[in-house]
């Protein structure tokens, strides 16, 4: 069984550079007995889903790769089966440049990070572009009630392969949320201590 994203990414000049530092024999192995890396898994989808943005590459047409961060809260983009994925394009700086990309070549290369654990998943696939404006079906699908901003399309991408990479040099980053909730026992701790000083302070004037 070959590994889909080695198949696809592993090139006659990639091979050459990994014959020159070392790694070839290490990546031969990946080739062999990995995969096939082409179907997501439960694992890939909860990791997905549980993301609140993440980096689509694609290609100009005179060849140039243009990376764009897509954000949104937790569940903008879905898994909607094991081969496809789905994600509300919301209103931006409208340039539109990974939308006129995508008019000339569908290929996509999207990167999800985890920064807390220190988890990235790398993930190639084809994506087709949907304006909602006159699909009152596929609005409803994409909708983000409580997210105050303009939905203008739904963009899905079939999924060609994947690859979990390596945590070496990701320096672990904490969102506004999780540092809420990590921090949230220690103000409730210090309210309490409060409470207890004012209420010694208290007993203490009136004796």
Known sequence: MSHRFAEVMFTDGVKAVQDRYGTRAHNERVEQSGGPNNALTAREIEFIEARDGFYMATVTETGWPYVQFRGGPRGFIKALDEHTLGYADFRGNLQYISMGNLTANDR??????DYRNRVRLKLIGHARVADIAHNLELAAAFEMPAYRAQVERAVRITVEAFDWNCPRHIAPKFAEDEVERMIAPLRTRIAELE??????????ITK
């Open 108 to 113: 996509v290369a999207l990167f999800f990070m």
């Open 195 to 204: 409470a207890a000083l004012s209420r010694a302070s208290t007993t203490a």
